[in-house]
């Protein structure tokens, strides 16, 4: 299989947007995964959802057309940092709820 | 590769795909909302599995993995393949918090749809058959007969283990 | 073609809504109609805006369904007094 510069490139791209909104949030000192049983936690954790919105960040600025390995390792870093500080502001966890 | 075989081969994969993962994330195991167990109960009544009840009725109230992988192949279709999964899994991250879910199965499975669909543009599959092949899928399980396929889906539960111990 | 497949399906699913006697019945057939709009939604207009739409269209009918679901719930519970 032949495999052109660019498609390295971007794949790299996506690597390195993930390895560096990982290293930030190892340093923002955020939870490495989310406390057992993994699939009920509400816990902001660097596997997830941070390196998820790594990459989907990264993605969207890559179809606006700011391509290159300098904007993934920034947009992850900006990832982490509002995964850390804005996203429970944003979107909060849910109280449960009543009973009738 | 001729469109009709396309489209079920797009449609077998999402349905794999979906109810894996729903199974694995622990839909049939308990109601995510009180909608959820209100359906799940109905289609007790009416001759099914409790546990495959509750997975219906927490793919209508809350994004799971079937709204992931729909959402994801749209997103392929018309923005590209890979941006466009990776684009739709954070739609869909945001769209289940605004749900009272955690999130993990709907990007779960928007993100392994994404790796479906580019492995399956090389024979020739693309991503708007995924979109009819997945609406296909939701049909069996949501719109044929609600008591065979939540036993169905109820088998496949206790197969995983992730049948539900509510009475 | 995949559009007229899919225009069938939603039809198919709005008919057996119309003709489905429990609600909660109806919810699931509504939902599958969903699925088959936000589809529709994404093949026809084919720009990234239509993704963008079909996925706000089809969180929001999910948050619909959630509330009906559970209004359903609550109905059934409630004594009504005839007057």
Redesign the interface.
């Known amino acids: 299989m032949i495999i052109h510069a660019n498609v390295l490139i971007t794949i790299l791209s996506y690597i390195l947007a993930i390895i560096s909104a990982i290293i930030v949030g190892l340093f923002l000192r955020m939870p490495i995964l989310p406390e057992r049983p993994m699939r009920y936690s509400f816990t902001i954790s660097i596997v997830f959802p941070t390196s998820v919105l790594a990459i989907g960040f990264t993605a969207i600025l890559f179809k606006l057309g700011h391509n290159g390995l300098l904007v993934a390792v920034v947009v992850g870093v900006l990832t982490a940092i509002f995964a850390k500080y804005f996203l429970e502001s944003l979107l909060p966890k849910p109280q449960t709820e009543e009973s009738s | 590769m001729n469109e009709i075989i396309a489209i079920i081969i797009a449609a077998v994969l999402s349905w794999i795909n979906f109810v894996l993962i729903d199974t694995w994330m622990g839909l049939p195991e308990q109601p995510g909302v009180k909608g959820a167990e209100v359906i799940g109960r109905s289609v007790k009544r009416r001759g099914g599995d409790l546990a495959g009840g509750f997975f219906q009725g927490n793919i209508v109230c809350s994004p799971d993995a079937s709204a992931g992988t729909l959402l994801a192949s749209a997103a392929c279709y018309t923005i590209g393949t890979p941006e466009g999964g990776l684009i739709a899994a954070i739609l869909v991250y945001f769209g289940n918090r605004l749900c009272a879910d955690p999130g993990y199965a709907g990007t779960t499975g928007a993100l392994s749809i994404t790796c479906i669909i580019f492995a399956a543009s090389y024979i020739g599959i693309g991503p708007a058959d995924f979109i009819v092949g997945m609406v296909l899928a939701i049909v069996t399980i949501q719109g044929l007969y609600h008591p065979f396929s939540s036993r169905l889906l109820g088998k496949i539960a206790k197969k995983m283990g992730r049948h539900t111990k509510l009475p | 073609?995949?559009i007229q497949?899919?225009g069938i399906?939603v039809l198919?699913?709005a008919l057996?809504t119309l003709f489905a006697q429990?609600r909660?019945?109806r919810?699931?057939?509504l939902?599958?109609m969903s699925?088959?709009i936000?589809?529709l939604?994404?093949?026809y207009?084919?720009?990234?805006f239509?993704?963008?739409i079909?996925?706000t269209y089809?969180?929001a009918s999910?948050?619909s369904?959630?509330?009906?679901?559970?209004s359903?719930?609550?109905v059934?519970?409630e004594i009504i007094l005839d007057e």
Do not use: C, H, V
């Open positions: 073609m995949l497949i899919l399906i198919l699913m057996r429990d909660s019945e919810m699931l057939y939902n599958a699925f088959g936000a589809g939604m994404a093949l207009i084919q720009t990234p239509g993704a963008i079909a996925i089809f969180i999910t948050i369904s959630n509330a009906i679901a559970y359903i719930g609550r059934k519970n």
